[in-house]
């Protein structure tokens, strides 16, 4: 007769999947997962079951029967009339089962066996939560530099990747000028289906701004700023780009009284020995999320340099609720011409966020002359 012992409670919620301490287990038993790890409800989920047979005639999808009493969900491995010749070798196994759309609730899962002339035994147990989508918000800058002869722009693609029907909803921005509504209709995507979100929507004068952006889980987000070349009257469109990276994508913002870093960055001996203008400028750019004026506090740390090798701390300060770019910082005062280069160490007052950026003065076609630094948490 095969052995059997009950599998330890594995708990899987939207926000994490946690086991209890196993026991010593003998074949069969088998664990409870779910695809996807965190269901939504009327989205088909599959049941993943895994662990150890005490031979080599593994389960199949034929022998596994699922039945539903409310929020108790019973799969039974029926081997009764089984008489296929199997190898002595305990070995691992894994099977999917589909269990199809669930409304809202916690959900129970009983594994058991069935074998003719034996009493139906349970090999494993396991619980799983179907929760309604959560709603997040995003923060990303949003770029429109319109000069002769290309212009920057930047572009939000998001693709919906559930089985629901999901908005995108621009919610608010923010610039030199300070806070401002967006106030634009939500962008409506399909099940997978993509859609582009407006981002270059900026207040005249205005080149940069962050946005908020509010939207369901599963829906992924691919920012980037883009070189938009100028194409004479007359001669064929060129409806691409001619160049793009990614831009940040912030899930929070930093807690005032947080030091993050940015970095490297790193200028060419050419560029740190020539004139002026032919050096990549670095630009320094600030949101302040606060309700009150922000100081920033900005060092320069060379890469190997070790005690010693810090930049004076530069004092930058940015009104409540707005976004300054701060252009050209001059090269001398950060260890950017140091081999190496140099990390940017920013400390500020009020909840925040940053990015450091270069641009390079060439104009050849087809080169994008932009590097972007996003600010991540100091561990």
């Known amino acids: 007769m095969r052995q059997h012992t009950i599998l330890p409670l594995l708990l899987l919620t939207l926000a994490a999947f946690v086991s209890a301490p196993a026991p010593a287990q003998t074949a069969p038993y088998a664990t409870v997962a779910t695809i996807p790890a965190s269901p939504v409800p009327d989205e088909g ?28 969900i019973r799969v039974n491995l029926d081997y009764t009339g089984f008489s296929g010749a199997c190898g002595a070798a305990i070995t691992p196994w894994s099977l999917n089962v589909p269990v199809g759309g669930l409304s809202e609730g916690t959900y129970t899962v009983e594994v058991t066996l069935t074998r003719s002339l034996l009493p139906s035994q349970t090999i494993g147990t396991g619980s799983f939560a179907v929760v309604a989508p959560t709603e997040s918000t995003i923060f990303l800058p949003g770029f429109l530099s319109d000069s002769a002869p290309y212009a920057l722009a930047s572009n939000l693609t998001a693709y919906n ?5 999901a908005t995108v909803t621009r919610v608010m921005a923010w610039d030199a000028l300070g806070e401002r509504s967006v106030g634009a209709a939500p962008v409506a995507i399909a099940p997978g289906a993509a859609a582009i979100v407006p981002t270059q929507d900026l207040r005249p004068g205005q080149a940069v701004q962050m946005l908020a952006v509010r939207l369901p889980s599963r829906i992924a987000l691919r920012a980037t700023l883009e070189r938009l070349e100028y194409v004479p009257e007359g001669l064929p469109k060129v409806p691409e780009s001619l160049g793009r990276l990614e831009l940040p994508v912030f899930s929070a913002l930093f807690p005032a009284g947080t030091s993050v870093v940015a970095g490297d960055v790193s200028l060419t001996p050419t560029e740190c020995s020539g004139a002026p203008e032919t050096r990549r400028r670095v630009n320094l750019t600030l949101f302040n999320a ?23 701390s530069q004092t930058f300060h940015v009104p409540a609720k707005s976004l300054v770019q701060f252009n050209a910082l001059p ?27 270069t641009v390079r003065p060439e104009t050849t076609a087809g080169v994008l002359p932009y590097e972007i630094f996003p600010a991540r948490v100091d561990r």
């Open 161 to 165: 990747n559930s089985t629901r029907d």
């Open 290 to 312: 606060g309700e009150t004026s922000a100081t920033f506090e900005v060092v320069g740390k060379a890469v190997g340099a070790g005690p010693g090798g810090d930049s004076p």
């Open 45 to 72: 989920v599959s049941l993943v079951l895994s662990g150890q047979w005490p031979d080599t005639c593994l389960p199949t999808a034929n022998q596994a029967k699922v039945t539903r009493d409310g929020l108790a």
């Open 331 to 357: 090269v001398d005062a950060y260890p950017v011409c140091q081999p190496g280069g140099a990390w940017f160490r920013i400390l500020g007052d009020q909840p925040f966020l940053a990015y450091i950026s």
